[in-house]
DNA sequence: TCATTGATACACCGATCTGTGTAATTAGTA
DNA sequence: TACTAATTACACAGATCGGTGTATCAATGA
């Protein structure tokens, strides 16, 4: 259990705990009084710094919206390499599926901005392969994007429930398929 | 608003309640009083036909196993029906993604035994598309099993946060793929 | 007619939830 | 030293949670 550093900013503490457990056990499931319990101060400190749950709650998803890796590595090497990186979260113990997902299925309607959060996450995702086919000069960029991403999307759920790594290497072999199909090529980028 | 009629008897008038509220609204968003208030009968009669809401969550979920269809048409029909079968769910107001799906995203670790119902699920898909795919003598049919399911769960998990029914069209043009790189026919039932 | 069964209303339990009010305490700084 | 700002402990509010106890009432069938 790493617990954050006593010396960091208050909110970052906050933050990073809320992230571990909202995303390890779920946002209903951990209370206020929870977070603050695991850091050790107390709740109305908090309330300090954030001015209720839900804020601190979008907060926790905020965070989770990083930028995505913007390799000088081969398109279809970045590609083929995402599922690569989740099939090695998956073997992690802390893995728990896709917090935004997760989010949204236990929120649902109560909360649009959480789902706009989502939306966003998910979006992004979509353009950073689009913009990798777009220089593999595949035919239909845009719809082996969304295909792509909904295998990402289908490993994490299948593995939230199977607890079967191999999910991951199913994903990359039907992405790889796909885009065999679609005419990608070994070393395309420049040409 | 459709209540399920009076005229029934009660433990199939809860668990029909049970399943529009836990599944709308989510499992730990809908509390037992709600249950009862929603059918209008008071919390003791919930109490004497389930022991508690643990067992009441395991008997909604369990309702949701429902054998899948049995048809005589081609193979590749029934496969690419699914994703159509999908789409039209995608366009009803009710849909919420899979229940299995959310119970185990919600609940966690906290209930084995909503995993295991999630697991059997999962599997039973997973086999019937094998099934199918045994009938179109593909190569490597688990191996494209496990691809196709993926492919639901994906589109259901876009479907969830981005409410764009485009999404099960992705996934059956990327069926489609996998199955025709896979060299899958058009009528291989019998030769 | 009488006994049984199931449903009813309703109060209640202890626990937990988000959120607030307040007064004391600490630490840094002018 | 004296002021300020953050953090503390702690009680409390009002709601909701899952679950129980109990006494009454209505329908059924022997």
Redesign the interface.
């Known amino acids: 259990m790493k617990l954050p550093s006593a010396k960091l900013p208050m909110k970052q503490r906050i933050l990073e705990t809320a992230d571990r457990l909202f995303y390890g056990?779920?946002i209903?499931?951990v209370g206020v009084d929870t977070v603050a319990a695991e850091i050790g101060i107390s709740k109305r400190t908090l309330y300090n710094h954030f001015p209720s749950k839900d804020a601190l709650v979008l907060a926790y998803l905020e965070r989770r919206l990083q930028p995505l890796p913007d390799s000088d590595r081969p398109p279809l090497e970045q590609i083929l390499g995402t599922f690569d990186r989740l099939g090695r979260s998956f073997g992690t113990a802390e893995f728990?599926?896709?917090a935004?997902?997760?989010a949204?299925?236990?929120?649902?309607?109560?909360s649009a901005a959480v789902?706009d959060l989502?939306?966003e996450f998910?979006?992004a995702r979509r353009l950073w392969f689009r913009g990798l086919l777009d220089r593999l000069g595949i035919a239909d960029p845009d719809?082996l994007a969304?295909?792509l991403?909904?295998?990402?999307?289908?490993?994490?759920?299948?593995f939230?429930?199977?607890r079967d790594p191999?999910?991951a290497l199913?994903?990359k072999?039907?992405a790889m398929?796909?885009l065999?199909?679609a005419g990608a090529r070994q070393a395309p980028a420049d040409r």
Request: a neutral charge; one cysteine or more; hydrophobic letters at 55%.
């Open positions: 056990r779920g209903r499931a728990r599926g896709c935004f997902v997760n949204v299925a236990e929120l649902g309607e109560e789902r989502a939306i998910k979006e719809g969304t295909q991403a909904l295998l990402v999307d289908g490993a994490i759920a299948a939230l429930v199977r191999a999910m199913a994903a072999d039907a398929a796909l065999a199909q």
